[in-house]
């Protein structure tokens, strides 16, 4: 199978955190979306990575529907719990995380365009969403070792990837000192292989 994936993307680093952790091998195509070459539209209409293709040619997309598939593509490390309550809750958590991603997505889009033309109004309900995140994944972590029930699983791949995402595009947040439960978390997950694999390139 090919992984169709972003250098920077947090949301393929998700999926390529957890092809890592059940060891799952692959090919990984890192495509330039603004590349008019880039073949990406061809297995997902909407033109987003990641997208799985797998040896048939079906192509699966977005992230979360790719995390699900290879989970139950192999009984290796289960990282989304069986029990449909703690399901729901690192589902929960997933979206959470992914949720602040698209937030600090969307101020970093709209800080590129000319300054005039920049909506202030929209920047900061973007702003305060990452905020209410942060303040609600660290008041829900509060003192347990992992995001979902008491293991590692898909909830602390999530809330990883957003962390370190958002130290990648907003440096200037001082998340770590406001919330030093979620800076210990991503402490811990930076020392695992498949997080170290996985490090976006600063751009
Ligand atoms: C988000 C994918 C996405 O926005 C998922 O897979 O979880 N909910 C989806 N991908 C971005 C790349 S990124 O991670 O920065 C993307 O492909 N953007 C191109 C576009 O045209 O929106």
Do not use: H
Request: glycine share 2%.
């Amino acid at each position: 199978m090919k992984l169709f994936a972003g250098p920077v993307s947090p949301y393929s680093r998700k999926v390529r955190i957890v092809l890592a952790e059940k060891r799952i091998e692959y090919d990984l195509v890192l495509d330039n979306l603004a590349d008019p070459a880039t073949r990406v539209p061809e297995f997902n209409p909407l033109g987003k990575v990641p997208v799985l293709v797998l040896d048939d040619e079906t192509s699966l997309f977005d992230s979360r529907v790719i995390v699900e598939y290879l989970d139950n593509a192999s009984p290796v490390k289960r990282l989304i719990p069986d029990d449909t309550r703690q399901r729901i809750q690192a589902r929960r958590w997933e979206a959470l995380a992914d949720g602040c991603t698209d937030a600090v997505m969307a101020v970093v889009l709209e800080q590129r365009r000319p300054v005039a033309t920049q909506n202030a109004e929209w920047i900061s309900r973007q702003q305060a969403k990452v905020d209410r995140a942060l303040k609600a994944m660290s008041e829900e972590l509060a003192i347990r070792a992992w995001c979902a029930g008491d293991s590692y699983s898909l909830a602390d791949i999530a809330v990883g990837c957003a962390l370190d995402y958002l130290e990648l595009r907003m440096p200037q947040l001082n998340w770590r000192e406001l919330y030093p439960n979620l800076a210990n978390l991503l402490n811990k997950l930076a020392k695992r292989a498949s997080f170290k694999s996985t490090i976006p390139p600063k751009s």
